[in-house]
């Protein structure tokens, strides 16, 4: 029996781009390169391990997104997945964390499976709760944040590093997992992997094949209303000294100035 | 006047720091109704008094340590149900914001997660976020649903507000879904006796000019001599210096303290993503160019094993 992983991932604007809001206080993607968040490329990498542990498995990679969001299908593809399903629509413009989750638990269901792989958090909303949003949604165990997971005879193990306790952790699948960057290095993709990627097949599906309503998702069906995005002013220029032997004790007189001592 | 659930996070009945400042947040909505769950919760009930809890729901059972989440957020849902609250606030902490998520779809309410702030407005409240590594400020609101709310550490200050404080013991009945990811085992987090990164109202942090595991003393050195918590860049912790737990930025933990002090650190956006709410920034970096220096109050241009240990002997001694 088969073991069907789906790995969830993300398409966002490159951190090291100049990142900012469109008019509509959406994401702007059109002037910032995008790629796939490097925190779902340790997910990929996990599915990856866990798939060549088992007998029989099968990895699909899963995106909710514009037509570029294509572009972090290829790159999973190209590390190994086996297949790839785009959900695309032009109503899904400005959809919140919340109506992600419905397109990708629907979605997922609609795939098939026994386990999701996700990542910690997108490295642009940085919330980190949509592994949790789909357990729920699914009605299956979320073994989430693991900085280790395995799969064995249909129970996922793993560990969980939090504040004030470091845990271990155990389901049966069904289940969603989602993995730190303290999970492994992911590995870069292959020539071989690249050249097999142009071959993998990439489904795409809309609103209607998932039978979900316009209005569900969306800027105006949004859960969430942004009504202002400033753009933090520059920082004034701050008091740079050069240390001549007498650089710990200027910078104690700054503190001390500031009431830190 | 409306009540707003506030979810408790305690350790054996020790309030965190973090939920307390939610209490001051909550006042301004409307009154604060407090929810502890777990071994010593009713022990929480004097701090959370002491803070504005108006009420507090209690309930412990062996599910809350045995599962991981799921118990916890049929507990606040429960909660949700026997109060009929205008809003919910959960610190945002890992498990904080999953419980927070889980209970926002099961009431059928949008999420914000984060904030920074948090205001009365004619639609609801109005919470404050900062996006792309801390360059914008956004202010956000439910649109639809009891607002669900996580919000940051430091995000307000600790204001004693004596209230009532009733305690009442929560009726929680368990879902089915409660009991499926076991916890099988758990290892407390040795203590450094430092202050929880997270939550420090100073943060020093050491990079890749720290060079070396055996060099994060000169680091903690100056922690300890001003009661504040230690952080670690990616390089350092990728490096295996520090441990991951106490890493800041993008991959890391998110720290918005009084003061962060960046040492031998060049502010890579990835770092920058988890510290550039710092209300003071300070620096210490050989390299004039470094990014850091753009985002400080005070920079100095120097050997952090000069600077350092000459300003942690100074810090003591004006300490006495």
Redesign the interface.
Known sequence: MSLRIVVTVKYVPD??GD???ADD?TVDRDDVDGLLS??DEYAVEQALQIADAADDAEITVLTVGPEDAKDALRKALSMGADKAIHVEDDDLHGT???GT?LVLAKAIEKAGFDLVVSG?AS??G????V???L???L???????L?EVSVEDGVV?GR?????????????LP?VVSV???SGEARYPSFKGIMAAKKKPVQSWDLEDLEIEADEVGLAG???????????PA?TA??????E????????E???G?K?? | MAEVLVYVDH?DGAVRKPTLELLTLARRIGEPVAVALGPGAENTAAALAEHGAVKVLTHDAAEYADY???PK?DALQAAYDAVSPAAVLVPS???G??I???L???IG??????ATDLEAGDEGP?ATQ????????????????VPVITVKPNSAAVEAAPAAGAVEALAVVFSE?AT??????????ASTGRP?L?EAA?VVSGGRGVNGAENFSVIENLADS?GAAVGASRAAVDAGWYP??NQVG??GK?VSP??YIASGISGA??HR?GMQTSK???A?NKD?EAPI???????????LF??????????KT??G
């Not at chain 2, 499926?180 to 987090?189: D, I």
């Not at chain 2, 220096?293 to 050997?303: E, H, I, P, Q």
Request: aromatic share 4%; hydrophobic share 40%.
């Open positions: 951190a090291t990142r900012h809001f206080l490097e925190l919140d964390a919340i989750s910690m490295t642009d940085t919330a980190g709760i592994p949790a949003l357990a729920e949604r009605g299956v165990p979320q073994v989430t944040l900085s193990k969980r590093d939090g504040d004030t306790a470091s845990e271990q952790l155990q389901a049966s289940a730190t960057d303290q949004a859960w969430t209303k942004v009504d202002s995005a400033t753009e933090r920082r701050g008091t740079i000294v050069k240390d032997g007498e650089g710990g004790k200027q910078l104690a700054f503190l001390a500031q830190f001592i | 350790v991981l989440v799921v957020v902490s890992a498990e914001k999953e927070a998520a889980r926002a779809v099961r309410s949008g999420i914000i997660t984060d109005v900062s996006a792309f590594a801390a360059s914008f400020t956004t202010k956000s609101r439910i649109a639809k649903g879904k499926g990811t076991k916890v099988t085992a758990r290892t407390p987090r929880e997270t100073i001003l991951h737990t993008q991959t998110s009084q003061l956006i990835q993503a003071t920034i300070v210490i004039a220096f753009d985002l400080v109050d005070y920079g100095v241009v120097g050997d000069d600077v350092v240990p000459q300003l942690t002997e100074e810090i004006r300490k």
